[in-house]
């Protein structure tokens, strides 16, 4: 009888330890919509429509695009991520001369970093990181000419350089495999300026809104 006590103490302690361990995800991958706001440069020059810079050159427009990670827990709090997202827009206007000018803009970050998650018993778990990586963007510059709808002229610039985003967010469990994640963060980008006393940093703010998929 003693023995068969004992034998269920043990085997519910373990059993206790094994939920326990599993109640947090070793590794999680999330995709979803992104959002890039470029709101500040240090450079006073303004983008000329011949230099055609990158995306991060264009104002207050905003640029959609997505995002996915795939992210790696060490511990109950801490473990790290590694960080894809594209954005896309395109900038229009009409020269003083007439011309139709359209200008299309990709960017792409990759960067990786810590994450820290604030576990508890609730469905809502609190997010922060710091990603630092590297950052491309191109844009093309296309001029119709209004007398020849046929010919166009057209210009490319990409550039690259390096990234860092800081910040943080929110992920809802809807399941034990699928969690709602929304983040926000400021990223600072140094892709170069064509003013040689200018340091061509980029100040950027991002958001993003998906599913955060818990793997094992």
């Known amino acids: 009888m003693r023995r068969r006590m004992l034998l269920v103490v043990l085997t519910s302690y373990a059993t206790a330890l094994a939920q326990g361990n599993g109640s947090w995800s070793k590794v999680e991958v999330f995709g979803g919509y992104a959002a890039n706001k470029f709101f500040y440069t240090d450079s006073g020059e303004s983008p000329a429509v011949a230099n055609a810079a990158s995306l991060f050159d264009f104002g207050w427009d905003r640029h959609h695009g997505m995002e996915t990670s795939i992210g790696r827990n060490f511990t109950r709090y801490l473990g790290v991520k590694g960080e894809f997202s594209l954005f896309s827009s395109e900038a229009s206007g009409v020269t003083n001369q007439g011309f139709a000018v359209r200008i299309p803009q990709r960017a792409a970050y990759f960067m990786v970093g810590p994450e820290i998650k604030f576990r508890n018993r609730s469905r809502w778990t609190p997010v922060v ?61 140094i892709l170069g300026n064509p003013d040689p006393e200018e340091t061509g940093r980029q100040n950027n703010a991002r958001t993003s809104m998906g599913l955060l998929f818990h793997l094992w």
């Open 129 to 189: 990181y710091a990603l630092a990586g590297g950052a491309h963007s191109w844009a093309n510059l296309i001029v119709d000419l209004p007398n020849d709808p046929v010919t166009k002229l057209t210009q490319s610039h990409g550039r690259t350089g390096f990234s860092t985003a800081f910040g943080g967010g929110m992920d809802f469990r809807m399941n034990h495999r699928i969690s709602l994640r929304w983040t926000a963060d400021y990223s600072a980008t």
